[in-house]
């Protein structure tokens, strides 16, 4: 083994058990006496330094060593979690692995593969093989892994992706202030315009209540300074419904009725909770199998799922959302070889869900105005069931003073497309009349895979004259009440007609594309009226696009608009990308714009663009921009001039994150968060959040994007110092949304040693332990005697148990730290008995 080596490794922050297992390394011989099990060739090893060694301890179990550790957790292919196990050595000298019952709940085993679970009360050490026969465990100790294997047919049948609920985390005691702070001047024609915004959202986390604040300051150059407070509420899981309650101030989901600002309570599902293989919908498919069989489903002659199934009728009902459709084809391919082929039509529209999963919403609470007060009581209920692949049902009601409003509807999915259809029949009273109305509403949705073909989505909506929704029926109420009111609202929809659609050209001519929309009202003159048509390639790395779009301006008459860009990137290592755009508008005529866009840092965390725009109507301007992406907060900033104008802007954005190791900065906002403490670590990077390193107490913040489900955590020891070494690298955390979670990575710091034999024959036996003056394990001997070790202090003694001229003996080791700043000291040693 090199010094230089293991120097090396220890600088990179390689764990200490990655480095004993580089002392130990030797060519082994897999056994046949078990899975797991390794059988080492001992002539390889210097005999000098193995004839008092029991290898027993490496030729079982993978080489386990008795003690705690801090574990990555596999079953078969799944990382579970990462948490600390006890390995104890048992009477036949194997090292077992303990369970216990936080164990026993990740592995999801079927309560009939278990045996003997009452001994996990016992308080002693019951290994896992003997609370699950089935199972067999795999050690690797270089990478802290620990892989348990257990037959599909012992384990409980669970949707891909699935989380079991045991392992959501409330989080820590917490508080959070997300911040994005901007401020722009103009200056025109000798005239100064100066505004500043500042946006908050805060929370404050007391186990699993979350209490949330959004507002906004606001401060501009003749209207003065202005506080608006968005929304306060509290909100707490559901779990057993899948669900969440919610008290304060929010919207309603706008999933059937159109959506409301609020101030009460409610409770509501939360599709997060889902494993992602549930969410949205897909088809069930069932089939029938002759033989144990491979089942490949096809999308678009793509492969999104394959599984194996035993002989007879079949279910897959996991397949994760691909978008709006696309007809699957189903294989399945028997023991013999032979395959069978059918088609299950898929075509989604958002009311379509997948059979037996459902959406609902309770709502009481009073009405929010547009103008932020409250308003009078409302209340509102929704469901959606999913009944089977062709069918979903759904429906809600609303209830006010003089206000009622029933929906139904129902959404299919067929092999010509999928399609929802749904009424609402609204009333409205007031002092003087009473109206009553209806509105009808149907949605469609198809892909043709073969042809590129999508129409995305086709809506039409026709209500009738007497029809009003809630917040048009207050704003009526109101103007029958002499009170102030807001028109726009009152303007009631006739028709409204909605259309996108996409069509891929043959191979190497890319894709054209259109959307439209009309509108026009039963009590206003005139019509809303919107189109775009477009049309996308590439030449090579070259992107070009065209782009034309019509529409009604306020005043009534039609404008037209046109757009032609280019995008290339110059070079390949961390190109810079040139674009350029042509535009003409029926109002301003024609501009011309050319930009170059790039990043620059270690990491990209630095970001510019300069511009430079000409147009008929404005004359010349330039801008240039830049934005930097710092450990604590994200700036950005940016200047332009024109003809005669020039402007300047800058902004902060971010969060400061309150926590039970300190408080901490971060250039990110979110919700839900992730607070990384590795003591003593600082300067280690977080992977992929570029630039963001464990600050001066070891501790850095990463939003979760993903609740309720396993958030990977990963550091990187580039940039510890050598005094520092992490035990583990990686672990998964599983944040409910709202949650702060905290990931703690436990860390050794001190100095690293590394002690060879003052002589060959005084060398120590091959596998002995070190332990330091307070029982802690401190290392291992590994081959030619070599021990490393990492201790606290500069002075000390080791000390190892070995057969001493007949007796065991305690060979004690004295040590000293002459230069601190080597990253490794080189020590000679002789037994001390």
């Not at 764990?15 to 011989?29: D, E, G, K, N, R």
């Not at 003593?680 to 309720?708: Q, R, T």
Request: hydrophobic share 35%; glycine share 10%.
């Amino acid at each position: 083994m090199h010094k230089t080596f293991l120097a090396e490794m220890i600088s990179a922050g390689r764990p200490v058990a990655w480095i004993y297992a580089s002392l130990m390394v030797f060519p082994v011989m897999a056994a046949e006496s078990g899975a797991g099990d390794v059988e080492f060739n001992t002539s390889f090893l210097d005999s000098a330094y193995t004839s008092d060694v029991d290898l027993r301890q490496f030729t079982h179990g993978n080489g386990m060593q008795a003690g705690e550790y801090l574990v990555d957790i596999w079953l078969n292919d799944d990382l579970l979690a990462t948490q600390k196990l006890i390995f104890s050595k048992q009477p036949d000298g194997r090292v077992a692995v303990c369970m216990n019952p936080e164990l026993l709940a990740r592995l999801n085993v079927m309560p009939s593969a278990l045996r003997d679970t009452e001994a996990l009360s016992s308080g002693q050490c019951t290994p896992v093989e003997k609370i699950i026969p089935s199972a067999r465990l795999t050690w690797d100790s270089g990478q802290q892994k620990l892989v348990v294997a257990i037959p599909q047919q012992d384990l409980e049948k669970t949707a891909r992706g699935t989380v079991p609920q045991a392992l959501w985390q409330n989080g820590s005691l917490a508080a959070f202030v997300g911040y994005n702070a901007s401020a722009y001047q103009s200056q025109s024609a000798g005239d100064t315009f100066n505004s500043q915004y500042l946006s908050l959202n805060s929370g404050l986390n007391v186990g699993g209540w979350f209490l949330r604040h959004n507002g906004s300051l606001t401060n501009q150059t003749g209207s003065g300074s202005r506080y608006q407070s968005i929304n306060t509420y509290i909100q707490h899981d559901v779990t057993p419904i899948r669900g969440r309650f919610l008290a304060g101030q929010a919207n309603t989901s706008g999933r059937l009725f159109d959506s409301l600002s609020y101030t009460g309570v409610s409770v509501f599902s939360d599709d997060q909770m889902l494993p992602e293989s549930q969410r949205g919908y897909a088809p069930e498919i069932r089939g029938i199998a002759r033989s144990h069989a491979r089942v490949t489903v096809s999308q678009g002659g793509n492969v999104i799922y394959e599984t194996t199934v035993p002989a007879g009728a079949f279910v897959i009902n996991d397949l994760y959302p691909t978008g709006y459709g696309g007809d699957l084809s189903v294989t399945v391919r028997e023991a013999d070889g032979s395959e069978s082929t059918f088609l299950v039509p898929y075509a989604s529209v958002t009311d379509l869900l997948r059979p037996g999963a459902s959406r609902y919403e309770a709502v009481a609470g009073k009405y929010r105005q547009p103008d932020g007060r409250d308003g009078q009581p409302f209340y509102q209920a929704t469901w959606q069931q999913g009944v089977t692949n062709i069918l979903t049902l759904y429906g809600g009601m609303q209830f006010s003073d003089g206000y009622q409003a029933y929906q139904a509807g129902s959404a299919v999915s067929t092999p010509l497309g999928a399609l929802a259809l749904d009424v609402t029949q609204a009333s409205t009273s007031t002092v003087r009349d009473k109206l009553s109305g209806q509105s009808y509403r149907i949605t469609y949705n198809k892909l043709v895979s073969d042809t590129q073909s999508n129409i995305a989505l086709a809506a039409y909506r026709f209500s009738t004259r007497d029809y009003l929704d809630f917040a048009q029926a207050m704003e009526y109420q109101n103007l029958q009440e002499g009170a102030p009111v807001h028109s726009g609202l009152l303007y009631r929809t006739k028709n409204r007609y909605s259309l996108t659609l996409s069509q891929g050209l043959a191979e190497g001519w890319g894709t054209i594309s259109a959307t439209g929309l009309s509108q026009n009202y039963w009590d206003h003159s005139g019509n809303d009226m919107q189109y775009q048509l477009g049309y996308t390639n590439r030449w090579k790395r070259l992107s070009y696009s065209l782009t034309a779009t019509r529409n009604r301006a306020p005043q009534g008459s039609m404008q037209t608009n046109w757009l032609v860009s280019f995008s290339l990137p110059l070079g390949d290592e961390r190109p810079v990308t040139f674009s350029s755009s042509l535009s003409h508008d029926s109002g301003g005529g024609l501009s011309e714009q050319v930009a170059l866009a790039g990043t620059a840092g270690e990491n990209q965390q630095m970001s510019w663009g300069v511009s430079g725009t000409h147009s008929e109507q404005d004359g010349s301007t330039g801008s240039v921009s830049g934005q930097y992406l710092s450990p604590w907060t994200s700036v950005n900033a940016s200047a332009g001039v024109g003809r005669d104008n020039h402007t300047l802007s800058a902004g902060l954005s971010g969060s400061v994150v309150a926590h039970p190791h300190g408080v901490t900065f971060t250039p990110y906002t979110s919700d839900t968060w992730v607070v990384v403490n590795a003591p003593g670590a600082a300067g280690a990077e977080v992977n992929s959040y570029p630039g963001l390193k464990l600050d001066h107490w070891g501790n850095a913040v990463m939003p979760a994007s993903m609740p309720y489900q396993r958030n990977p955590v990963s550091l990187d020891p580039k940039g510890l110092s050598d005094k520092v070494e992490l035990e583990s690298t990686t672990m998964n955390v599983v944040p409910r949304a709202g949650a702060v979670v905290v990931a703690e990575f436990a860390t050794q710091q001190g100095y690293a040693l590394l002690l060879t034999p003052a002589r060959e024959d005084a060398g120590l036996p091959f596998g002995a332990t070190i332990t330091d003056s307070q029982g802690n394990t401190a290392g291992m001997v590994g081959q030619g005697g070599m021990v490393y070790a990492r201790v606290s202090n500069k002075t000390g003694q080791l000390f190892t148990t070995v057969n001493h001229e007949g007796k065991a003996s305690t060979c004690i080791m004295p040590f000293s730290v002459v230069d601190d700043a080597k990253t490794i000291q080189q020590i000679t040693y002789t037994c001390r008995y």
